[in-house]
């Protein structure tokens, strides 16, 4: 079984600040890793995956995420947010085991909330 | 670029009613999922699909039930609908089982009352 522990609940912070949202994990088998966004009354948006390889990927809109095998980690971070930021960001992993019994299947965690004011 | 379409968008049921929501994955992808987001909840696995099969189950109420079609479309069917089934429904697609990326549609809102 996985479970995906996203540490803040909400994270308010001014426009051009720094931001970090904090996402732990835990399972039993090796995984792929996922942050997808929502904005209001949206579906979800890919935002960037670490499948294998370099351990820091990026997304095109300037967010970054490193995962962290030893502390079960992979935080997502923003050296300078702006307001369309603003949106609800979810932490998801799945079973790296291609064709394996969980087929895909995404488990996500509670979701971070991440406000960006003027 | 296609994306996954999801219909309706918005449905609204009496409690014991019945609902059937549709999902039409990205061409040629064989893989749909099924997740519920309960109002303030993070997106649950209800059910997937490859090749028109069931692959995986999960915290699907048995008054609920899916299946994919041979055009690869996909429809969760539910029945004697309950409050707290009022919630957003999103399907997704992948071209393959490995994990490593699914498309999700925009959701579709079920409202019981």
């Known amino acids: 079984a996985q479970s995906v522990t996203q540490l803040d609940s909400q994270v308010p912070v001014f426009e051009e600040a720094p931001v970090e949202l904090r996402c732990n994990y835990s399972?039993?088998?090796?995984?792929?890793l996922f942050w997808y966004v929502q904005y209001p009354n949206q579906g979800l948006q890919l935002l960037l995956k670490?499948?294998?390889?370099?351990?820091l990927v990026e997304s095109i809109n300037g967010f970054e995420a490193e995962f962290n095998k030893s502390q079960t980690s992979f935080h997502l971070r923003k050296p300078s947010v702006h307001i369309s930021d603003t949106a609800e960001y979810f932490c998801a992993v799945s079973d790296s085991n291609a064709g394996g019994t969980s087929y895909g299947k995404l488990t996500f965690g509670q979701g971070t909330i991440l406000t960006v004011h003027p | 670029a296609a994306g996954v379409i999801q219909s309706p968008r918005h449905l609204i049921k009496e409690k014991r009613e019945t609902a059937t929501l549709k999902c039409y994955p990205i061409?040629?992808?064989?893989?749909v999922y099924w997740y519920q987001q309960g109002p303030g909840q993070d997106p649950q696995f209800l059910i997937s699909f490859y090749e028109k099969m069931q692959s995986d189950k999960g915290s699907i109420p048995d008054r609920f039930s899916a299946q994919q079609f041979s055009d690869y479309h996909s429809e969760l069917n539910m029945s004697s609908l309950e409050l707290g089934d009022s919630a957003l429904y999103f399907c997704a697609s992948s071209p393959d089982t490995s994990g490593d990326t699914q498309y999700f549609g925009p959701g579709t809102r079920l409202t019981v009352l």
């Open positions: 670490y499948l294998s390889g370099s351990t």
């Open positions: 399972s039993s088998v090796s995984v792929y």
């Open positions: 061409p040629r992808h064989d893989t």
